[in-house]
């Protein structure tokens, strides 16, 4: 079956970085668009990226543009996002996802999370 972990998160100052991983297991993980969705504390899910299969197209909210890279590796089924330049408001809970063939296809699997915590 279609397994997703999480892992990376903590705590961290603003300034500060952290890379999340996201081991997949049970599909072709080459084949799907992949995504990062975070859920702040008391507030809804909010989209943060999405890379598509091959890895070269990526896309982001406006809030982490220049300071998150999302990334994947096909041959290890793994999909990360580099965070940089933390801010507080980006403390929350990073599920990823796993997407269809194409970005509006919508989210069929997804992770437990891992919570990021941005505080001095």
């Known amino acids: 079956q279609v397994q997703l972990v999480e892992s990376g998160g903590g705590l961290v100052q603003p300034g500060g970085s952290l890379r999340l991983s996201c081991a997949a297991s049970?599909?072709?993980?080459?084949?799907?668009?992949m995504s990062w969705v975070r859920q702040a504390p008391g507030k809804g899910l909010e989209w943060v990226s999405d890379i598509y299969s091959g890895g070269s197209s990526t896309y982001y909210v406006d809030s982490v543009k220049g300071r998150f890279t999302i990334s994947r590796d096909n041959a290890k089924n793994t999909l990360y996002l580099q965070m940089n330049s933390l801010k507080p408001e980006d403390t929350a809970v990073y599920y990823c996802a796993k997407g269809g063939l194409a970005r509006s296809d919508p989210l069929d699997y997804w992770g437990q999370g891992t919570q990021v915590t941005v505080s001095s």
């Open positions: 049970g599909f072709t993980f080459s084949s799907y668009v």
